[in-house]
């Protein structure tokens, strides 16, 4: 029942570890997005594919890859995990690419790196 | 695009009293001004939005305003209730227009 569902939850790994957040959503959008919202609650775009085209890569390091298999699907992979990293990552759908089409979120995945 | 700033960054006010946010932005070619809330442990969800060729709009207790020559706009909630509590982000749109850019939040207490 849940439109925009992200897993895991919580995510808790060591500095140099590789980790991989999962998105989907049933909305039947065509646009999915990731958002990372810091300590201070900053949210920023990371990334954004419509319709499994990448349409967004804002300064991203290239530690994180997203993937989106089919257009339900967005998950986000980061390799070499730093510090910094610890944030919430948001995931986000939208019915068309344009950036005034509203935005559902999931509900977060906290990665903690220690 | 980009460049949003939104004021204050903590509000506090009693129930039944009135809130007020504001944003202002840099680009005058912006054209869309959405208000995420997000309540704790929950992803950002839009409870209203305004386009530049509109000066205000309402949906119950909450409106928006924009001034589009002072580069600003408002949201403002009425007869505040406790489960407004919650951090309500500004937003326009990035230059390539593709995504959103958001104010730093602005996290709303209303005491019983």
């Known amino acids: 029942d849940t439109a925009v569902s992200q897993t895991p939850k919580y995510l808790v790994t060591q500095m140099g570890n590789d980790k991989s957040i999962k998105c989907e959503q049933n909305l039947g959008h065509d646009t999915m997005y990731w958002y990372k919202q810091d300590s201070k609650k900053f949210l920023k775009i990371m990334f954004s594919y419509n319709n499994k085209e990448l349409i967004i890569n804002e300064t991203v390091p290239n530690r994180f890859s997203p993937k989106s298999p089919d257009k339900a699907h967005l998950n986000l992979h980061i390799n070499s995990l730093e510090l910094g990293d610890s944030a919430v990552y948001f995931c986000?759908?939208?019915?068309?690419?344009?950036?005034?089409?509203?935005?559902?979120f999931g509900n977060g995945t906290r990665l903690t790196v220690t | 695009g980009e460049n949003v700033e939104q004021h204050p960054s903590t509000l506090s006010v009693q129930e039944g009293d009135s809130a007020v946010i504001k944003c202002t932005y840099s680009d005058s070619a912006s054209n869309y001004f959405p208000w995420y809330k997000q309540e704790l442990g929950k992803g950002p969800q839009l409870i209203i939005d305004i386009r530049s060729n509109v000066g205000e709009k309402k949906d119950q207790r909450i409106a928006v305003t924009l001034n589009k020559t002072a580069k600003h706009f408002s949201l403002h909630i009425t007869e505040t209730q406790p489960e407004d509590s919650a951090v309500y982000f500004c937003?326009?749109?990035?230059?390539?227009?593709?995504?959103?850019?958001f104010g730093k939040g602005t996290s709303l207490l209303v005491t019983p």
């Open positions: 937003a326009t749109l990035i230059d390539s227009g593709y995504a959103l850019n």
């Open positions: 986000a759908s939208s019915q068309t690419y344009r950036g005034d089409s509203p935005l559902h």
